[in-house]
Structures are given as C-alpha cells and as structure tokens.
C-alpha cells in the first residue's frame, strides 16, 4: 500500500482494492513520509473507509488539525451505535471527532456547560444516551478527564442527530421539545402516568422520534390506509380524543396537518397504552 497523503504524524491516507481513499492511524506511521512511499503496515492501527467521499475529505480535514485519539472514541462511538441497532450515519465520525476536541479543550479551560435537555434525551434516546456514557468513559480512560453527565447528553444528541437527513444537533433539541410536548398532552389528557418500562411506552417513543422529524422537516406520510383509520376511530372514539388534541397542538404550533395515516398510527399506540393501563 502506498502513501497518497500525510495527514500528520499519526495519521495518512492511502488507497483500498477499489480505489478509494482511506484513512489510516498509527503511531509515526507518517514520520518523515511523502505521498507515493510505501506504507509501514506494522505501524497500522486503525483503518477508517467512509462511504461518502464528501465525508472522507471533511474527515480529512478534522484529522490533520485534531489528535486521532478523538477519531478512535468516535469510532467506538459508530461501532457501538450500530450494534445497538441505531442507524447512524458516516458524518457521525466527523462530527464527533471535532465535538470531542472542543469538549476536552473546554474541559482543560474549566469550562462546563449545563445540558438542559440532558434528562429529556435520557429519557426519550435511551439507547443513544447508554452509548454516550459508555464514550464519556473512553474519553476518561484516553485523557484521565471525566467530562460528566452533561456532556454525555451533547454527545447523545450527535448521534442521534446522524440518524436524522438533515444532521444539525439543533434539530435534536426542537424534536425532543416536541415529544415532550405530546408526551405531556397525551399524560394530562388521560390522567394517566406511564409505565416508562413498558414495551408500548418504548414504541410510543420510537414512533415519536421519526414523527417529529417528519414534522419539522415539514414531511408528510402517506399510506392511503383510510379505511382503516375510519374503522379504528370508530371503534376507539376515547383513544381518538388524544390524537385529535395532538394534532391541534401540532397545526397551531408547527403548521403542520397530520394525515390520516399519521392520525392512525398515533391512535395504535395511544390505544396500547390505555389499554395497558387498564389491564
């Protein structure tokens, strides 16, 4: 394998049996190397192939000023999000990458932001948060500094944020803002509490999830499923009171109509979970 760029000391790129670019880290595995030499594959520790070319450039980029170390967490980071099931996305590599470095820096400086959504995000992301605890743990383990709870909540917000098309960590905060919205009109509406544990709550949240990112993307689903929906709504006319009060709120607050369909699916699971209530 041939060197086809140095990043910096730790880090070059190369090429694959395809001929795409990957990045490369290794301890002086750049040391006094030019583009065209021969790659040291002893000194090989890590191998990064990002789909997206757009992404391996960004990545590039982020490397050459930002040590690897950081490129590693995030790369555990990718790996254990994807295990879990969660579909998360290139980019994530190099958002994380960068977001790290200006954590740590920040931390180096005594500075330590609060996470206002952090108990929101526990709540409503529980997989990408169990996966964000588990990086503040690497992070401690590579630098000896312990960024805390807060920051394990920024960190859950960019993974779930590459698991949404637009990518911007601030769509996460407006989504989670949403669901806690109709979290609480469903919860005082029914005079109900739920039971966080269970397996309708937990479907309830998923479905939540994609709902309000198609909402502020301004997306709306359709699945021509009317006859259903009029039988449902018939037969669960208390259940349906619910998603008639959602659905107002949405309209007023995001001029966003909900379809039948997203009026149906919202009445499935507002359904098990009254009907949970009452076994």
């Avoid at 290139?90 to 959504?117: F, P």
Wanted: net charge neutral.
């Amino acid at each position: 394998m041939k060197i086809v760029r140095v990043l910096n000391t730790n880090v070059v790129v190369s090429l694959d049996p395809c001929g795409r670019e990957i990045i490369i880290t290794g301890a002086g595995i750049g040391f006094k190397k030019k583009k065209g030499e021969e790659l040291d594959k002893s000194r090989v520790e890590k191998i990064y192939c990002l789909k997206n070319a757009e992404d391996n450039y960004r990545l590039q980029q982020v490397v050459r000023e930002i040590s690897e170390k950081y490129l590693e967490i995030a790369g555990k980071v990718v790996t254990a999000s994807r295990e879990a099931g969660l579909k998360v996305r290139d980019t994530l590599y190099v958002t994380l990458t960068d977001h790290i470095n200006s954590a740590v820096e920040r931390y180096q400086r005594g500075i330590s932001l609060k996470n206002l959504m952090r108990h929101e995000i526990r709540k409503f992301y529980p997989q990408e948060y169990r996966v964000a605890q588990e990086a503040i743990e690497w992070i401690r383990r590579m630098t000896d500094f312990d960024l805390g709870k807060d920051e394990a909540g920024f960190i859950a917000m960019h993974i779930i944020s590459s698991e949404l098309e637009s990518n911007e960590v601030s769509d996460v905060q407006k989504m989670t803002e949403l669901i806690n919205a109709i979290i609480k009109i469903v919860k005082i509406h029914f005079r109900i509490e739920f039971d966080e544990d269970s397996v309708s709550y937990q479907r309830f949240l998923t479905h939540l999830k994609f709902f309000s990112s198609r909402v502020l993307d301004g997306e709306v689903y359709q699945d021509s499923m009317e006859e259903i929906y009029q039988a449902m709504v018939a037969q669960n006319g208390h259940a349906y009171t619910g998603v008639e009060k959602v659905a107002r709120f949405i309209e007023k607050q995001y001029g966003y109509r909900l379809s039948i369909d997203e009026e149906l699916y919202l009445l499935i699971h507002i359904k098990r979970i009254l009907d949970e209530q009452h076994r």
